[in-house]
């Protein structure tokens, strides 16, 4: 079963940028759309964006749009999420997950990484 890793989280000043990285371990995600989903305190996991395999499908929350940038790198097992122009509002934890089909429903997903916190000062 496949495990997603999550790196790259921080403290960054509003008007700032990150980028994350969710790798894979245990397998590869050969064959898995990959999704970034974010908590914040008090709030429920809601989705970010999501990639199918191909990289051909991309979904994001209007939240987002504009803002950040799903991609992967199949070779390095890595999907990004480049977050540009953050706001305090996207401040949280972020997760990846994976599944087979590409989709925008958090419940879908079943392949859950432990999450970066993303915290962004005004």
Do not use: H
Not at 25 to 41: C, E, H, I, L
Not at 59 to 77: E, H, L, M, P, Q
Not at 83 to 112: G, H, Q
């Amino acid at each position: 079963q496949v495990q997603p890793v999550e790196s790259g989280g921080g403290l960054v000043q509003a008007g700032g940028s990150l980028r994350l990285s969710c790798a894979a371990s245990g397998r590869t995600f050969r064959g898995y759309a990959v999704g970034w989903f974010r908590q914040a305190p008090g709030k429920e996991r809601e989705f970010v964006a999501t990639i199918s395999w191909s990289g051909g499908i991309r979904y994001y929350a209007d939240s987002v749009k504009g803002r950040f940038t799903i991609s992967r790198d199949n070779a390095k097992n890595t999907v990004y999420l480049q977050m540009n122009s953050l706001k305090p509002e996207d401040t949280a934890v972020y997760f990846c997950a994976a599944r087979e089909l590409v989709s925008n429903i958090t419940d879908e997903y079943d392949n859950w990484g432990q999450g970066t916190q993303v915290t962004v000062s005004s």
